[in-house]
């Protein structure tokens, strides 16, 4: 069964250090998101993308965040400068298309920043 | 802006029927989703109500009131491997690429 992979599973780094987190949406899906869920806490809405550009953010997302599809496969959230707040499980999700309902999520990447 | 309200935590026997309910506020509604999420897992796709009334899927039915901005998620014969927390989730309005607005979940313990 296909499912969403994500890399790495475990992220350690220093305040202030970028990060990249990558994951690997389902082949034939066309709507890539990007959550986070703070330990204990619910599943917060960072980004969404489709046809390569930004479709909506929240006020989570700011500049220190961007996301990029560099190929016809990988879907990347950077974090430029990392603050201690940042620190969270990280979701990669993807949908099928526009009528879709259910999306997919990917096992996470924990991040911990120091 | 959106919210929605379930209950922080629920406990029920193996083999018994329990209800975790969601009441939601948004600015615009959709459909209103269920997932489920075990520990250091991630959240799994169990139900979507677009429409009032109840969906069924094996042990596990979601219902949905729009008049009442209401849902519930009704887990039947539970099992042990059901403790989890579960998460009502609200769709926006449409546009292709909405994402999900999840509620606080709901943390779900079976005991023997």
């Known amino acids: 069964e296909p499912e969403v992979t994500q890399t790495p599973s475990h992220q350690v780094t220093q305040m202030g250090q970028e990060v990249i987190l990558r994951c690997v949406p389902i082949?034939?899906?066309?709507?890539f998101y990007w959550y986070r869920q703070i330990l204990g806490q619910k599943v917060e809405f960072l980004v969404s993308?489709?046809?390569?550009?930004?479709?909506?953010k929240s006020e989570i997302f700011d500049d220190q965040f961007s996301v990029e599809r560099p190929d016809g496969s990988n879907f990347t959230l950077k974090i430029r400068s990392t603050k201690l707040e940042d620190s969270a499980m990280y979701f990669c999700a993807s949908k099928m298309g526009a009528s879709g309902n259910e999306q997919f999520f990917g096992p996470g990447t924990r991040l911990t920043v120091l | 802006g959106q919210s929605l309200e379930q209950p922080s935590e629920v406990t029920a026997v193996e083999g018994a029927i329990v209800q975790i309910n969601c009441t939601y506020q948004t600015s615009g509604f959709y459909g209103l989703s269920w997932y489920q999420q075990h520990d250091g897992g991630a959240p799994t796709f169990l139900s979507y109500n677009g429409l009032d009334g109840l969906e069924e899927t094996g042990r596990f039915s979601s219902f949905l009131s729009r008049s009442d901005s209401y849902g519930y998620l009704l887990l039947q014969e539970l099992q042990m491997k059901d403790s989890a927390s579960y998460f009502c989730a609200v769709r926006p309005p449409l546009t292709g690429n909405t994402p999900l607005v999840f509620g606080k979940g709901t943390r779900l313990s079976v005991i023997a």
């Open positions: 993308f489709y046809n390569n550009e930004i479709s909506e």
């Open positions: 082949s034939n899906h066309l709507y």
